[in-house]
């Protein structure tokens, strides 16, 4: 998000100081935006706005993740979560053109999925433990971001911290925050509610994602470091390679 990557990248560096997280055995090669949209998400029930829901609809995605989770290293849970945002997506901002791939991008890059640190993604698409970033309080390479949510979200009421799998600030968070699994929480840890969250803030800005300009226009504003944003390409485009390239069950 805005102003945000200053922060996000000083918590990657300290975490991945103390855990090491699953990765690809290699770096993805270059790619350019868009990244390649990867196998299409098949149709699903979509849970109207503001309505509650006894079962997460994101599970309705549970055999196409299976089918690709191990040989993309995405937890299943994730994949479901990033599916489901790009059929929300589709349905509500048909001209945007967002794909779960770029939302798999954002994810390896900012928390490995929900298991940076040595945190494990649970069924449900929430870490435990909960990913909270450092103390936006202006020190060394930091951002300074004095408290907006009297510490709601992070903990912390002096000040902000990138909270969740996709590392929101609070204040970006509020802005485009959305329930997506029906639970009645719109929740930065539930990898459910911030991947639609993300979808809803890069469409919102860039339109069309599917311009290389507008693309990186969205990718940018998310987050202001240019070599953050090609790194996010290159997993999208990875992954989306790699979905196509895998057996057709059934």
């Not at 300074?144 to 992070?154: A, C, K, M, P, V």
């Not at 000040?159 to 970006?172: E, H, K, M, Y």
Request: aromatic share 6%; glycine share 12%.
């Amino acid at each position: 998000m805005r102003d945000r990557r200053a922060l996000a990248l000083p918590l990657l560096l300290a975490l991945a100081a103390c855990s090491p997280q699953p990765a690809p055995t290699s770096e993805p090669p270059s790619a350019s935006a868009p990244p390649d949209p990867g196998v299409v998400p098949p149709a699903v029930e979509l849970l109207a706005p503001g309505a509650s829901s006894p079962e997460r609809p994101q599970a309705q995605l549970v055999d196409w993740s299976e089918r690709m989770s191990d040989e993309l290293n995405i937890p299943r849970a994730a994949l479901q979560a990033y599916g489901y945002a790009q059929q929300m997506m589709s349905a509500s901002a048909p001209d945007c053109g967002l794909s779960w791939t770029v939302l798999a991008g954002i994810g390896s890059v900012e928390s490995s999925h929900g298991r940076h640190g040595g945190a494990r993604l649970d069924g449900t698409g929430r870490p435990e433990p909960r990913i909270i970033g450092l103390p936006l309080d202006g020190s060394a390479g930091v951002k300074e971001i004095r408290d907006t949510d009297g510490g709601g979200l992070d903990g912390d009421p002096v000040w902000d911290r990138a909270v969740g799998p996709l590392q929101f600030i609070p204040s970006t968070w509020r802005k485009y925050e959305v329930d997506a699994d029906g639970d009645g929480v719109a929740d930065p840890q539930d990898l459910d509610d911030a991947a639609l969250t993300a979808g809803r803030y890069l469409c919102a800005v860039g339109h069309d994602l599917r311009g290389g300009d507008r693309f990186w226009a969205a990718l940018l504003d998310y987050n202001q470091s240019r070599s953050y944003g090609q790194d996010v390409i290159d997993y999208a485009d990875h992954y989306g390679k790699l979905s196509r390239s895998l057996p057709v069950e059934g």
